[in-house]
């Protein structure tokens, strides 16, 4: 069972690290290669279970790509019908919700398409979007598409894992309306529970939580409760974990104790052994469905399914091969579920502590040491896997989780679990758990708030290899062996090359540049061999997405950004300034300039013509604005940086237009090669065959939204640059782009990052 469960594992993982897909005829010939080694080689089976992995992961890979929106549809208004999958969040700007379409038309004409769609609808909708509920809309749909940085989330990978096959927003249409009611739906329960939960606790985020506790309903959660749950490690707690429907479990092996204790004749009809294990995967299944089946629950929900099998039949079951046949089940009907972290934190982890955490009789004593060994194994275990994924782990971690672990565990979810069965059953009996559900839940928050506060409790690497990954959980493995197993203490060289990577920094006089993918808008790291800069820091959206927090950040700690010595920001428009804040928070000591100071938070000094400094052999020299009365537009305040090595130069332009390019032009001295960030995105105001003429760039770089609604860059302009014989690069098409500027060579770009991580699963 083992064998065969990491042996397709091995397949389907193979699967995706592919930049292409095999081709159908491929897939049946590899099909047709491992049921004859299966069939005739009794010795080369476990090989014929990894072919078959591959070509299960592929098939379901080619269906999941194929059922996407077709990209010839782009852009494009659609009348669909369908019904609202899960809970909708509502946000200040808007109300995003999964909407399962079910039939489509445009002007009249029926589209043969169907498919999840992940939506927002900006403004108030008429009615509420409940759980199930069916609607008619008038939708803009494209392909999952997103951002590709170093240190960044795949999006486009987790649209794929999670079956979205559309993304889009709502049109202003008389024709939206909510359709006839539907039939009683588990979501649409779940909703109404929670909203119960909300109208007992007093506290709005006590209630979020304790919603999250219960139902998995994590709606009311902020960034800042996510920040905490990181800096303590416990975000595994946060939502529905493998422990809460091992609750559940438990209360139906009660509630079964007590009905035989009740009617003992009941054991003469119905044995009692496999009716309890029967009633505790009941009781788990029906929770899991309750709280959403996200994978911990399922894992768990499988894993108690393979024990009530075996006692069933009258057999043993043990961990290991209910653990084995979880991963199978699971590789079976989802194989794209290896592309979600929560997959892999969930196995490795029981896994680890299968393997690593060994009995130490009963007693309390051998409780408190299974608890805390336990705490440390996960920790640790874990610690390659969490880098890996989310590019940061807490070194605090272990002791948060030996608090919060037995308190939210063993006090806080059964109490939670009892308020909402009386939700169920008995209504007023709930308010009062629920109510000491809540306060247990604020003290143990208060706590997890001040130990995020404390040193290490978030701890950066740069970008994670997939060799230091392996040996990482090799040497974790290797150091929780047995007692017996020699040198164990030697696994911890294993953990060497992840935790001291080794690291590329330009030499002295020369200098490298990152123009990262931030949608429309601009943010451009440049680094020399001991000082790093940023140009911009990308926008902060009214939802609270912000940017500078999600790709500007954990693009610095991959790229190995310790210490950022300077923030600049062109202007205050909100496409260059949005993520600023939440960079200037995370490096306080670096200084901070802006060619619109007054209009900036934080605090920022003005960036005027004629500053200049040195780092490591490469020149800073500030181009414009040479006064804010002299610019007439925000955009041509701009603040313009010229980088300049021995071997080129980087200019940086901002927002600026053709009125304010030839001051920049003449600005410029003969030089070695420049490499041009295009201006405005590349709007048609700006990027004059005049000003190109002039400083004659060798390859110029613009940042672009994908298909965005000003239609940057603009064709006249690209057209420009081709006249010019200048090659341009687009975020929008290229994600992240790395330019280099050695010492003794021309600059070039040396990586870009949808092309650097090619997936299949990218476009």
Request: overall charge positive.
């Given at each position: 069972?083992?064998?065969t469960a990491l042996a397709l594992?091995?397949?389907?993982?193979?699967?995706?690290?592919?930049?292409?897909?095999?081709?159908?005829?491929?897939?049946?010939?590899?099909?047709a290669?491992?049921i004859a080694?299966a069939w005739?080689?009794a010795?080369?089976?476990v090989?014929?279970?990894?072919l078959?992995g591959l070509?299960?992961g592929?098939?379901?890979?080619s269906v999941a790509?194929?059922?996407?929106?077709p990209?010839a549809?782009?852009?494009?208004?659609?009348?669909v019908?369908?019904?609202?999958?899960?809970?909708a969040?509502?946000?200040?700007?808007?109300v995003?919700?999964?909407?399962e379409?079910d039939?489509?038309?445009?002007?009249g004409?029926?589209?043969?398409?169907?498919?999840?769609a992940r939506i927002?609808?900006?403004?108030?909708p008429?009615?509420a979007?409940?759980?199930c509920?069916?609607w008619?809309l008038?939708?803009?749909l494209?392909?999952?598409r997103?951002?590709?940085?170093?240190?960044?989330v795949?999006s486009e990978?987790?649209?794929?894992?999670?079956g979205?096959?559309?993304?889009?927003?709502?049109r202003d249409d008389?024709a939206?309306?909510r359709?006839?009611?539907?039939?009683?739906?588990?979501?649409r329960w779940?909703a109404?529970?929670?909203?119960?939960?909300?109208a007992?606790v007093?506290?709005?985020?006590?209630?979020?939580?304790?919603?999250?506790?219960?139902?998995?309903?994590?709606?009311?959660l902020?960034?800042?409760?996510?920040?905490v749950?990181r800096?303590?490690?416990i975000s595994?707690?946060?939502?529905?974990?493998?422990?809460?429907?091992g609750?559940a479990?438990?209360?139906?092996?009660?509630?079964?104790?007590?009905?035989?204790?009740?009617w003992?004749?009941l054991?003469?009809?119905?044995?009692?052994p496999?009716v309890?294990?029967l009633s505790?995967l009941?009781?788990?299944?029906?929770y899991?469905?309750?709280?959403?089946l996200?994978m911990?629950?399922?894992?768990?929900?499988?894993?108690?399914?393979?024990?009530?099998?075996?006692?069933?039949?009258?057999?043993?079951?043990?961990?290991?091969h209910?653990l084995?046949?979880?991963?199978l089940?699971?590789?079976l009907i989802?194989p794209?579920?290896v592309?979600?972290?929560?997959?892999w934190l969930s196995?490795?982890?029981v896994?680890?502590l299968m393997?690593?955490l060994q009995?130490?009789?009963?007693?309390?004593?051998a409780?408190?040491?299974?608890?805390?060994v336990?705490?440390?194994?996960?920790?640790?275990a874990?610690?390659p896997l969490?880098?890996?994924f989310?590019?940061?782990?807490?070194?605090?971690?272990?002791?948060?989780?030996?608090?919060?672990?037995?308190?939210?565990s063993?006090?806080?979810?059964p109490?939670?679990l009892a308020?909402l069965?009386l939700?169920?059953?008995?209504p007023?009996l709930?308010t009062?758990?629920?109510?000491?559900s809540a306060?247990?839940?604020?003290?143990q928050?208060w706590l997890l708030e001040y130990m995020?506060a404390?040193?290490?409790?978030?701890?950066?690497?740069?970008?994670v290899?997939?060799?230091?990954?392996?040996?990482a959980?090799?040497?974790?493995?290797?150091?929780?062996?047995?007692?017996?197993v020699?040198?164990?203490?030697?696994?911890?060289?294993l953990?060497?090359?992840?935790?001291?990577p080794?690291r590329s920094?330009?030499?002295v006089g020369a200098?490298?540049a990152w123009?990262?993918d931030v949608?429309?808008?601009l943010?451009v790291?440049v680094?020399t061999?001991?000082h790093a800069?940023?140009y911009?820091?990308?926008?902060?959206y009214?939802?609270?997405?912000?940017l500078g927090q999600?790709v500007?950040l954990?693009?610095l700690?991959a790229?190995?950004v310790?210490?950022?010595?300077?923030?600049?920001?062109?202007?205050?428009d909100?496409?260059?300034?949005?993520g600023?804040?939440?960079v200037?928070?995370?490096f306080p000591?670096?200084?901070?300039?802006?060619?619109?100071p007054?209009r900036?938070?934080?605090a920022?000094?003005?960036c005027?013509?004629g500053?200049?400094?040195?780092?490591?052999?490469?020149?800073?020299?500030?181009?414009s604005p040479?006064?804010a009365?002299?610019a007439?537009t925000a955009?041509?305040?701009s603040?313009?940086?010229?980088?300049?090595?021995?071997?080129?130069?980087?200019?940086l332009?901002?927002d600026i237009?053709?009125?304010?390019?030839?001051?920049v032009a003449a600005a410029?001295?003969?030089?070695p090669p420049l490499?041009?960030?295009?201006p405005?995105?590349?709007?048609r105001?700006?990027?004059?065959?005049?000003?190109?003429?002039?400083i004659?760039p060798?390859?110029?770089?613009v940042?672009?939204?994908?298909r965005n609604?000003f239609?940057?860059?603009?064709?006249e302009?690209?057209?420009?640059y081709?006249?010019?014989g200048?090659p341009?690069?687009?975020?929008?098409l290229e994600?992240?782009?790395?330019?280099?500027?050695?010492?003794?060579?021309?600059?070039?770009?040396?990586a870009?990052?949808?092309?650097?991580e090619?997936?299949y699963?990218?476009e």
């Open positions: 069972m083992i064998s594992l091995a397949g389907v993982l193979a699967v995706q690290w592919l930049p292409v897909l095999p081709s159908r005829w491929l897939m049946g010939g590899l099909l290669v491992a080694m005739r080689i010795a080369l089976r090989l014929s279970v990894a078959l070509v299960w592929a098939w379901h890979g790509m194929q059922a996407r929106l990209a549809w782009e852009g494009r208004d659609f009348s019908t369908g019904h609202v999958v899960d809970l969040q509502i946000r200040p700007d808007a995003r919700f999964q909407f379409i039939g489509m038309s445009e002007h004409q029926t589209r043969p398409w169907h498919g999840l927002s609808w900006y403004g108030q008429p009615a979007l409940e759980p509920s069916r008619q008038l939708l803009r494209r392909r999952p997103g951002m590709v940085n170093p240190g960044g795949d990978r987790s649209a794929l894992a999670r979205v096959a559309a993304v889009g927003y709502v008389a939206n309306q359709q006839p009611h539907t039939p009683w739906c588990l979501d779940r109404s529970l929670a909203d119960d939960i909300q007992r007093a506290d709005t985020h006590d209630a979020a939580l304790l919603r999250a506790f219960t139902l998995g309903d994590t709606r009311g902020g960034v800042h409760d996510w920040e749950a800096a303590n490690g595994h707690l946060i939502a529905i974990s493998g422990f809460h429907v609750v479990a438990v209360f139906g092996v009660w509630l079964c104790a007590l009905i035989y204790a009740s003992p004749g054991a003469l009809r119905w044995p009692y496999p309890r294990a505790a009941i009781w788990a299944f029906a899991a469905g309750l709280a959403g996200g911990p629950t399922v894992r768990t929900v499988l894993m108690i399914a393979a024990v009530a099998l075996a006692r069933c039949c009258r057999r043993s079951a043990a961990g290991a209910s084995a046949l979880a991963l089940v699971i590789l989802d794209l579920a592309l979600e972290a929560g997959f196995f490795v982890g896994g680890f393997l690593c009995a130490q009789g009963r007693g309390w004593r409780f408190l040491h299974e608890l805390t336990g705490q440390i194994v996960m920790t640790v874990l610690l969490t880098l890996w989310f590019g940061e782990a807490s070194l605090v971690g272990a002791l948060s989780n030996l608090v919060a672990v037995p308190f939210v063993f006090v806080i979810v109490c939670a308020g069965l939700l169920i059953v008995c007023p709930a009062p758990v629920l109510w000491l306060r247990l839940t604020h003290a928050w995020a404390w040193p290490g409790a978030h701890w950066y690497l740069p970008a290899q997939p060799l230091a990954l392996l040996l959980t090799l040497g974790a493995a290797w150091l929780f062996m047995p007692r017996g020699p040198l164990r203490a030697l696994g911890a060289l953990f060497l090359p992840l935790l001291w080794v920094l330009p030499p200098f490298r123009m990262l949608g429309q808008g943010s790291v680094r061999h001991r800069l940023v911009d820091a990308g926008a902060r009214p939802s609270d997405f912000d999600a500007v954990p693009s700690h790229l190995g310790e210490q950022l010595d300077m923030l600049m920001v062109s202007h205050a909100n496409d260059h300034a949005g600023a804040p939440a200037a928070a995370a000591q670096a200084r901070r300039y802006a060619g619109e007054a900036m938070h934080p920022m000094d003005a005027v013509a500053q200049q400094w040195e780092w490591d052999g490469v020149r800073f020299r500030v181009l040479n006064g009365a002299a007439s955009n041509d305040r603040c313009v940086l010229l980088v300049e090595g021995p071997g080129g130069r980087l200019l332009t901002g237009a053709a009125d304010t390019e030839p001051q410029l001295k003969p030089g490499v041009l960030q295009v405005h995105h590349g709007s105001t700006s990027s004059s065959a005049k000003f190109l003429a002039a004659r060798s390859l110029a770089v940042s672009a939204g994908w609604r239609g940057h860059p603009r064709p302009v690209l057209q420009r081709a006249q010019a200048v341009v690069f687009n975020t929008a994600g992240a782009v790395q330019l280099d500027f050695p010492v003794d060579a021309a600059p070039a770009a040396t870009r990052w949808r092309r650097l090619r997936r699963w990218r």
